[in-house]
């Protein structure tokens, strides 16, 4: 029945149990990059879906980097996130431990050799469920000089998951087209050569739903 101070006293002290060698306790020679982007993703997704509390949202902050002798950037894309007791997931979002935003348009187009062709919600991406998942987007980029283009984007061959009977959201799907029409769908990392007039577009992961569509 007292008050209590601020951000003290309420929680009990958790102990982490990480065995050396596994994901999160690499041993050398083991390969590690992208921790802060993408293996945080695959944790909390991890650690929400076991508590019964959210289903995965995309699970991936869809790093993009472009660039040439002149001009180099980096972005990330958002996507969905996964839906839970009472709510949906939300749409064109970043998830979890991200928060950044992209640079604007008009500003981007300005300053490096890139039109956005394409940007919009990926409708019907996001996982039925009582509470649906959130969708992803689809980015177009349309580049007006030759760019060699590197990706680091997850949930490209296995779902975000459903819980408690929701269904998982769509993968992402990421395709380079060439200035003559060749059509290449890439990998979930992947680096790339694409010649001025090509472009690059990104499907984005949808989240997961949340209780069985229909309830």
């Known amino acids: 029945g007292s008050d209590l101070p601020l951000n003290e006293g309420c929680l009990e002290a958790l102990r982490l149990v990480i065995p050396q060698g596994s994901m999160l306790a690499p041993q050398n020679p083991a390969a590690v990059v992208a921790g802060n982007v993408e293996t945080s993703q695959a944790l909390t997704n991890a650690l929400f879906g076991a508590l019964g509390c959210l289903a995965a949202g995309q699970g991936t902050m869809n790093n993009l980097t472009f660039g040439n002798a002149r001009h180099q950037y980096y972005e990330t894309i958002c996507g969905g996130a996964g839906a839970g007791p009472g709510f949906k997931g939300a749409s064109a979002v970043h998830t979890h431990m991200t928060n950044s935003r992209l640079t604007d348009l008009e500003v981007l187009e300005s300053r490096y050799p890139v039109e956005v062709a394409e940007f919009f919600i990926r409708q019907g991406s996001g996982g039925a469920g009582q509470w649906p998942g959130g969708d992803g987007v689809v980015r177009t980029l349309k580049f007006t000089e030759k760019v060699t ?35 290449q769908l890439l990998p979930g990392t992947a680096q790339v050569e694409i010649d001025a007039g090509g472009t690059l577009s990104l499907e984005t992961p949808g989240g997961g739903g949340f209780g069985p569509p229909g309830d």
């Open 149 to 183: 283009v590197s990706l680091l984007t997850g949930s490209r061959t296995h779902p975000p998951f459903g819980l408690a009977g929701g269904q998982p959201g769509r993968c992402g799907r990421n395709v380079c087209v060439q200035p003559n029409g060749t059509q």
